[in-house]
């Protein structure tokens, strides 16, 4: 069994920044990737960046390119620092994990950018 924990969520003011956590627990040890999607009410579920677990290698949405960076370390967690970020950033992240056993989700952090 996995578990995804998921914090750092929050609000914050137009070209602020914020960084999310998530903390992978329990059956881990065959994963491929852990990284961040992203869901506003009404659409569908997007990909914001992800990380190898094997190699460290790193895909960016577009939507993210030059101001999220994702990384991890050794304790299979993973951060999402996010920069500059917009109105159009508002709405809940969710954690993802991918194994040789399935597809795991984190229970999502709201991430409000206001001014």
């Known amino acids: 069994q996995v578990q995804l924990v998921e914090s750092g969520g929050g609000s914050v003011q137009p070209g602020g920044s914020l960084r999310l956590s998530c903390a992978a627990s329990?059956?881990?040890?065959?994963?491929?990737?852990i990284g961040w999607f992203r869901q506003a009410p009404g659409k569908e579920r997007e990909g914001v960046a992800c990380i190898s677990l094997s190699d460290g290698s790193t895909v960016y949405a577009s939507s993210g390119k030059g101001r999220f960076t994702i990384s991890r370390d050794v304790k299979s967690t993973v951060y999402l620092q996010m920069n500059s970020l917009q109105p159009a950033d508002t709405t809940v992240y969710y954690c993802n994990l991918r194994t040789v056993l399935g597809t795991y989700w984190g229970q999502g952090t709201q991430v409000t950018v206001s001014s």
């Open positions: 329990g059956d881990t040890l065959n994963s491929y990737t």
